[in-house]
């Protein structure tokens, strides 16, 4: 098979596969499915293959992500495929709640030299494995990572609670911790961050916070350039799922939601509140 570039697989708008979506997905899956391996590499690695010929550092131990990964060569089709569609290069991204840097990764590769990432993801261990990601694909220079929480106050002093084999479930713990694995650490305002303000495309994926952090991105969204927000969207890990989507979309944001079979479609609030406890949703303007 052919080796083929990533709007090519992915790209719903630009791939002429995009005319035919059940084929586009099979020959996707078949081409990835084929070039995906993972290699032991001691210390806490596997080393991967993911989007054709990227390598990419996994965790042995995780029973999240990392299985997905090592056996198929990607994650989450139709979020990759939206953030194909919508970043160039130049621009800048967001990827809050990185955890592995599947996403920070693909981020980098789509801004180019010329655009930066900026990585947030407080668990140490998954941190380590991210920058050797980003170490081995060249991307080093132009990736920013923190490794640090992001909510609605800079310097809110918080438990994050990370499950065992799960590194990616990592939360704020929102009860005592009652002989929980937690790290403690402090958050921070995105739209504080340097060159935050600059973002044309953010993902949030923090398993609750997501409401927290768009109240801390408050100078992002009065700004001009913020045009995409990708939010895994936890209906029943927010006090009032109604209040945050009236803020959005009083902010000028129409909603989407990211669909496993349809990809990209339009919803509405009532919608949203009545479907699954989660879905993957992307706020537009």
Same mark, same amino acid.
Request: charged fraction near 25%; aromatic fraction near 8%; charge should be neutral.
């Given at each position: 098979m052919?080796?083929?570039n990533?709007?090519?697989?992915f790209?719903h708008?630009?791939?002429w596969l995009r005319?035919f979506?059940k084929?586009?997905?099979r020959i996707?899956?078949?081409y990835?499915v ?10 806490g ?5 993911i ?5 990419f550092?996994c965790?042995?131990?995780d029973r999240?992500?990392s299985?997905h990964?090592i056996?198929?060569?990607?994650w ?8 194909i ?6 621009m800048t991204?967001?990827d ?12 980098g590769?789509m801004v180019g ?5 900026l ?13 050797y990601s980003l /170490?081995?694909n060249?991307? $080093? =220079?132009r %990736? ?6 992001l @909510?609605d106050e800079?310097g809110r002093?918080?438990d994050?609670i ?5 590194e ?9 911790l009652?002989?929980?694995r937690?790290v403690?650490a402090?958050?921070?305002r995105?739209?504080?961050i340097?060159?935050a303000l600059d973002?044309?495309?953010v993902?949030?994926?923090t398993?609750?916070m997501?409401?927290?952090?768009w109240?801390g991105?408050?100078?992002m969204?009065a700004g001009?350039? /913020?045009?995409h927000i990708? $939010? =895994?969207f %936890?209906r ?5 799922p @109604?209040?945050?989507?009236?803020e959005?979309t009083a ?7 990211i669909?496993?079979?349809d ?5 509405t ?9 989660l879905q993957?949703?992307?706020?537009e303007?």
């Amino acid at each position: 098979m052919l080796r083929m570039n990533l709007r090519t697989l992915f790209g719903h708008r630009t791939s002429w596969l995009r005319h035919f979506p059940k084929t586009h997905q099979r020959i996707r899956s078949k081409y990835l499915v084929r070039h995906a391996m993972g290699v032991p590499m001691g210390d806490g690695m596997v080393l991967c293959r993911i989007l054709g010929p990227y390598k990419f550092y996994c965790d042995p131990d995780d029973r999240g992500i990392s299985p997905h990964i090592i056996m198929d060569g990607y994650w989450e089709p139709r979020t990759t495929e939206a953030i194909i569609d919508r970043l160039r290069l130049g621009m800048t991204a967001i990827d809050a709640g990185a955890n592995l840097g599947y996403f920070t990764m693909l981020m980098g590769l789509m801004v180019g030299e010329t655009g930066r990432v900026l990585s947030f993801e407080p668990v140490a261990a998954s941190v380590r494995r991210l920058k050797y990601s980003l /170490l081995i694909n060249g991307l $080093v =220079e132009r %990736t920013t990572v923190y490794q640090e929480p992001l @909510g609605d106050e800079e310097g809110r002093a918080v438990d994050i609670i990370v499950p065992e084999n799960l590194e990616g479930g990592a939360h704020v713990a929102n009860a005592p911790l009652d002989g929980r694995r937690a790290v403690a650490a402090r958050t921070r305002r995105l739209d504080m961050i340097p060159g935050a303000l600059d973002a044309t495309l953010v993902k949030i994926d923090t398993e609750g916070m997501e409401h927290a952090i768009w109240r801390g991105m408050a100078g992002m969204i009065a700004g001009p350039n /913020l045009r995409h927000i990708i $939010v =895994e969207f %936890t209906r029943d890990g927010y006090s009032d799922p @109604g209040a945050f989507l009236d803020e959005v979309t009083a902010a000028g944001f129409r909603l989407m939601h990211i669909h496993d079979r349809d990809g990209v479609v339009p919803t509405t609030r009532e919608k949203i509140l009545a479907g699954p406890w989660l879905q993957m949703l992307l706020f537009e303007r």
